[in-house]
């Protein structure tokens, strides 16, 4: 097989933005009247960009900025730490529900700010809140479905075989299941491995399906309960989940018992080499696939079909967990100088280049026009769905990491025959009980119910 030409980075930095300790900037710092800025970055992958971007800052107005970022799994043993010091963070990294609950007593409310006030109206609603108050500012929107290469997909629709006529005739988990079916069936003469890239249980790559392929069938639970969140979930869509996971674990290139020896940069090296035509996952996975076999304008995405009645009206799903909170204890001068570096960059020319085109992110301010979108074919993939009127598929909220934990040990036994799919079932719904209340318990807090647009 080609190697692949870049190393995979590891699913926990890829999917949590955690990454390699660097200390960016002086780390020594003096207060002054004009305030100063101490960021403590959760996203790696972005460090020479932030560094750029706090030294032009600092050039333009001479306000200090300083950047650190943890260690590879360290990020709350290293905000904890860091947030005990008299020279604290003065903005710090909020990914996701359970980071804002862990450090909600830290978080000023901030949607008086001019930087929140900049948000579009679908990151105002993923900001985190209690009450009337903000306490986060989203900085990128990611999205994530079913990534697929066109050129493989067409080429299989030329074949008198073929279940279809070109790739633009998948569009509902009925056909994508045919399609893949059929794919495996004639692999050898496709010149595939496999249709489906591994299903990977290897603890680096099992995010894809404890913290991303669960959220669709909670979001249509949620749909049909008119909320957006639930202490205690039925399960109602679970057989759906099963539908898509043993598609994907049936026509891959692995056996079934054998996948939990495949990690993230062994099943992303299987689309990347052009050896599968579909690779769920979202579109920070182009850093790790461009340069190799599938060229960017063969790069689609399809949402997470499951078969789930109403899911044709959605796009892709998206997240909005890469997000910025200010530290209520840093002086009002701090906290008011790291707004104001948020702002600079989501308005600067500068900070409008390099956040959106070095560091590929797709920003959700409205300051951001047609011409300030990243050069990432996959975000413009998922974007199309909703410039052609599908709604955005809302990445609802999800336990801690135990809980995906559970789910993931499950799908494991059950991948290798060891477990019945009511073990998963079991983790998901038992597991989804037991871990909000024991947040409630110890965070004395549950996601605030927002309006939604079903």
């Given amino acids: 097989m080609t190697s692949m030409k870049k190393i995979v980075a590891s699913a926990s930095a890829i999917a949590l933005g955690i990454g390699a300790f660097a200390a960016c900037g002086n780390s020594t710092t003096t207060s002054g009247s004009e305030g100063k800025v101490y960021m403590l970055n959760s996203k790696p992958e972005v460090v020479d960009q932030l560094q750029e971007l706090a030294e032009a800052y600092t050039e333009e107005t001479g306000v200090q900025v300083d950047v650190q970022t943890a260690s590879s799994g ?34 000023a409310p901030i949607q008086d700010s001019k930087a929140y006030q900049l948000l579009n109206d679908d990151a105002k609603a993923n900001s985190q809140k209690i009450g009337d108050d903000s306490y986060t500012i989203p900085y ?14 067409n080429e299989y629709a030329k074949k008198s075989y073929a279940v279809i006529k070109s790739a633009d005739d998948i569009t509902s988990y009925d ?19 496999a249709a489906f890239a591994t299903p990977g249980l290897e603890s680096s790559d099992t995010y894809r399906f404890s913290a991303h392929m669960t959220r669709p069938p909670i979001f249509f639970e949620y749909r ?12 109602t869509y679970l057989d759906n989940y099963k539908n898509l996971f043993d598609l994907e674990m049936n026509n891959s290139p692995t056996e ?17 080499l052009g050896d599968v035509a579909f690779y769920p996952n979202g579109v920070w996975s182009y850093s790790q696939i461009k340069d190799n076999e599938v060229a960017d304008e063969d790069l689609g995405m399809l949402p997470y079909w499951m078969g789930i009645d109403g899911e044709e009206d959605y796009g892709p799903s998206t997240v909005y967990e890469a997000t910025w909170g200010i530290n209520k204890n840093a002086s009002k001068a701090d906290q008011q100088a790291s707004l104001d570096f948020i702002e600079w960059m989501v308005t600067s020319d500068k900070g409008k280049e390099i956040m959106s085109k070095e560091m590929g992110f797709a920003v959700p301010f409205t300051t951001f026009g047609d011409d300030d979108q990243p050069d990432n074919p996959l975000v ?7 410039d052609n009127g599908k709604k955005y598929m809302r990445s609802v909220d999800v336990p801690d990491q135990n809980w995906q934990n559970g789910i993931a040990n499950a799908l494991l036994e059950y991948a290798q025959g060891t477990g019945k799919w009511d073990g998963v079932t079991s983790a998901i719904v038992d597991g989804w009980k037991a871990e909000w209340a024991a947040s409630e318990k110890s965070q004395g807090m549950l996601p605030e119910q927002t309006k939604f647009t079903w």
Avoid at 76 to 92: G, R
Avoid at 175 to 193: A, P, T
Avoid at 224 to 235: A, L, P, S
């Fill in 140 to 153: 990128a929107v990611e999205y994530y479905g079913i990534i697929y290469n066109k050129k493989i997909v």
């Fill in 256 to 272: 079934a018992s054998l996948l939990g020896s495949k990690n993230y940069e062994d099943c992303t090296s299987e689309f990347a």
């Fill in 380 to 386: 413009a993939a998922a974007k199309t769905w909703e």
């Fill in 224 to 235: 049909d309960n008119d909320t957006t969140f639930m202490k205690e979930i039925k399960g």
């Fill in 74 to 107: 360290t990020y709350d043993t290293t905000l904890l730490s860091e947030l005990a010091k008299d020279n604290a963070p003065t903005m710090f990294s909020t990914a996701g529900y359970a980071t804002f609950a862990r450090y909600k007593k830290y978080l």
């Fill in 175 to 193: 056909v994508l299941s045919k399609v893949v079916e059929d794919m495996q069936k004639h692999k050898d003469d496709l010149g595939i491995q």
